[in-house]
T-cell receptor, first 111, second 117 residues
Framework: RKEVEQDPGPFNVPEGATVAFNCTYS??????FFWYRQDCRKEPKLLMS???SGNEDGRFTAQLNRASQYISLLIRDSKLSDSATYLC????????????FGAGTRLFVKA | EAQVTQNPRYLITVTGKKLTVTCSQN?????MSWYRQDPGLGLRQIYY???????DKGDVPEGYKVSRKEKRNFPLILESPSPNQTSLYFC????????????????FGNGTRLTVT
């Protein structure tokens, strides 16, 4: 079992739709959590950090459930430009300062 | 401009011919790391460095070496490349221990696409 697991998708949604991505992690010592966005063949870029109280940045909302070891990302009012792969990322707190990436969830937003 | 610079962007080589991929950051970050990305496997950590002269293995270190002689540079060395090292490689940096590392996001280079024949 992978340490960070995501539904690979792809998710195909129309413009304006709301779409949610889920991610689970297995290491309870994980310290911090992020969502990154990666466009095809390009470097990942930070989308948002994920805080225990939940946080929002415009159309994007991230949630963390430490008890269930579960992270989510909600995208409202999807735009064509949201088409990308979304990576769930966890910083492991023990066993070294390691960053573990999920394999990513592919999103296609269509007109 | 704050950035992580990797070179080369593309590299085609033959089995066994030593190569080095360079990585440099201008943000005074303590933490630097190398990843490889393969279809269906996501990004996997090869090596990381918490500071100068401090390096440690990630999850897939076999066949790779690194060094951290200066804070800004973290080259990745393949002493004897093999075809299974054909991949897309990313270097990244972030703040280090004592600088809120755990909440600091990674800044990535543009990537190096390596093909070993």
């Amino acid at each position: 079992r992978k340490e960070v697991e995501q539904d690979p998708g792809p998710f195909n949604v129309p413009e304006g739709a709301t779409v949610a991505f889920n991610c689970t992690y297995s290491n309870s010592a994980s310290q911090s959590f992020f969502w990154y966005r990666q466009d095809c063949r390009k470097e990942p870029k930070l989308l948002m950090s994920v805080y225990s109280s939940g946080n929002e940045d415009g159309r994007f909302t991230a949630q963390l459930n430490r008890a269930s070891q579960y992270i989510s990302l909600l995208i409202r009012d999807s735009k064509l430009s949201d088409s990308a792969t979304y990576l769930c990322v966890v910083n492991r707190g023990t066993g070294g300062f390691k960053t573990i990436f999920g394999a990513g969830t592919r999103l296609f937003v269509k007109a | 401009e704050a950035q992580v610079t990797q070179n080369p962007r593309y590299l085609i080589t033959v089995t066994g011919k030593k190569l080095t991929v360079t990585c440099s950051q201008n943000m005074n970050h303590e933490y630097m790391s190398w990843y490889r990305q393969d279809p269906g496997l996501g990004l996997r950590q090869i090596y990381y460095s918490m500071n100068v002269e401090v390096t440690d293995k990630g999850d897939v270190p076999e066949g790779y070496k690194v060094s951290r002689k200066e804070k800004r540079n973290f080259p990745l060395i393949l002493e004897s490349p093999s075809p299974n090292q054909t991949s897309l490689y990313f270097c990244a940096s972030s703040l280090g221990p004592g600088q809120d590392y755990y909440n600091s996001p990674l800044h990535f280079g543009n990537g190096t696409r390596l093909t070993v024949t």
